[in-house]
């Protein structure tokens, strides 16, 4: 009787613990184009990033918007905005609006 429970704690503990894939978010596209659209309009380093959440404005129009902390040549560090607008039945972007902040919160 015992050889049977351990021998089924066992196999129960392999298999709560076997490796699971998981999916990249549904943002991560947009937050790579985020930070490309940023590097390449401030010339700058990305140093931190922070999905803020998505709106749906309306049904052919969505917005990701992403908080990123950024370095720049001079070594101004400074927080940005990105929001990117798209067609979520597509994924064809919209358009990239910018803001700065000088906070990380």
């Known amino acids: ?3 049977i429970w351990i021998t089924a704690l066992l196999a129960l503990l392999f ?3 076997s490796p699971v894939s998981s999916a990249a978010p549904e ?5 790579i184009v985020a930070v490309k659209a940023a590097q390449q309009k401030y ?7 922070k999905h ?3 709106t749906q404005i309306k ?3 969505a917005e990701e918007k992403f908080k990123l902390w950024i370095r720049s040549k ?3 560090e400074f927080g940005i905005f990105v929001m990117v607008r798209f067609d ?3 994924d064809q972007l919209q358009t990239i609006l910018f803001s700065e902040t000088d906070q990380w919160r």
Not at 27 to 31: N, S
Request: glycine share 10%.
């Open 59 to 61: 049904p052919t129009l």
């Open 74 to 76: 001079d070594g101004r």
């Open 27 to 31: 943002y991560a596209k947009w937050g």
């Open 88 to 90: 979520p039945s597509d």
């Open 1 to 3: 009787m015992k050889k």
């Open 15 to 17: 298999t709560l613990n």
């Open 43 to 49: 010339n700058a380093e990305v140093i931190d990033y």
């Open 52 to 54: 803020v959440g998505r």
